[in-house]
């Protein structure tokens, strides 16, 4: 196990400098940062502290020896979820979008066999986002990233479905990442938003997709949900106790079971607990796990992967969680391919 091939397919990068795009746009919070002492910089939303990111949070030559420790040769990366600016008028998010995006066109360039990328698109424009969807293909990214919800609106509106079908047909994989969680304003507290609403965020996003019925009328898009499913899969059986007892709320726009759903998209391996792990195992299947780490922020699993070998799984198990289930949720793409 100790010289298994990994493969970290959630990580977050931004580029060391950024341009101050509320003063190039004339508006917003736009995230700038502040190089305020060496090795660390503050992001900034406005005026205001969001939060203080290490040189491994910008610099991919740091990063590689970092996960090296944990016999992790390759990981994916893609930009922080605040950078999305769904918010922002459309051509102006996809300006940041593409800067952002050539950005990490450029690591995988540079480093072809330790960095794969995930790019962000403007979510709130059909149009442009699937222009910067056809970019993305062309410049050989294997998928994007995308919020949970998109300016509140959940990803089952009709709005967002071209989108999807764009995905499906330029057969990109899709990361949706828990983002501008509801309820944030009413429980600042404890560090609430992170630990409470980021699990709901990413299960309103499931189901949301589910409900809706994108997963139904798009069989073979291929969607990868962050933080383990969030708090989907451990509530399974109260959705579809829900979908049951009150179909006459639930199940308007799709008729299928959301059970039947589980083993058809794939989840990340972030769950911090062995237990937990087992059980999501158990539910979806060893085929639709993958290692993911949420790197290098503290939250994640930043020693990649370590208590999933402890777990005792078999080997076949482990090689589907550290690397196979990565590949062919990217359709066979692999660093340097």
């Avoid at 610099?59 to 979820?81: L, W």
């Avoid at 995308?146 to 057969?171: H, M, T, Y």
């Avoid at 109260?238 to 058809?264: E, I, S, T």
Wanted: aromatic fraction near 12%.
């Amino acid at each position: 196990m100790e010289t298994m091939h990994k493969i970290d397919m959630h990580t977050h990068l931004l580029p060391e400098r950024l341009p101050n795009f509320a003063d190039k746009f004339g508006y917003g919070d736009f995230i700038h940062l502040q190089h305020h002492r060496p090795g660390f910089a503050r992001m900034m939303k406005g005026d205001v502290f969001f939060r203080e990111i290490k040189s491994n949070c910008w610099d991919p030559a740091v990063r590689i020896p970092e996960y090296a420790q944990y016999k992790t040769p390759v990981q994916v990366v893609c930009t922080i979820p605040v950078m999305f600016s769904y918010w922002a008028k459309p051509a102006d998010c996809l300006d940041l979008s593409m800067f952002l995006n050539d950005h990490l066109a450029g690591v995988v360039e540079d480093y072809p066999e330790h960095y794969m990328a995930l790019g962000t698109i403007p979510m709130q424009d059909t149009d442009l986002a699937v222009r910067e969807l056809q970019r993305l293909k062309e410049l050989g990214f294997p998928g994007v990233q995308i919020g949970s919800n998109v300016n509140r609106l959940n990803l089952s509106e009709p709005q967002f479905f071209p989108i999807f079908e764009a995905c499906r047909d330029l057969d990109m994989a899709i990361l949706v990442h828990p983002w501008e969680m509801m309820g944030q304003s009413d429980m600042s507290k404890y560090w609430l938003p992170w630990l409470v609403g980021m699990p709901a965020e990413t299960s309103r996003a499931v189901c949301s997709l589910i409900f809706g019925g994108v997963m139904e009328r798009l069989p073979d898009l291929r969607f990868c949900f962050a933080h383990a499913g969030g708090s989907f899969i451990p509530t399974i059986g109260r959705v579809q106790h829900g979908f049951d007892c009150r179909p006459d709320l639930v199940a308007v726009d799709n008729a299928v079971p959301p059970r039947d759903y589980l083993g058809r998209f794939w989840v990340d391996s972030a769950t911090h607990d062995p237990q937990l792990l087992r059980y999501i195992l158990e539910v979806i299947g060893d085929e639709k796990v993958c290692l993911g780490t949420d790197y290098p922020f503290p939250l994640g699993d930043l020693e990649i992967g370590r208590f999933i070998g402890e777990m005792g799984l078999p080997a076949s198990t482990l090689e589907k969680i550290f690397y196979k289930n990565t590949i062919d949720w990217l359709h066979g793409k692999q660093a340097g391919g």
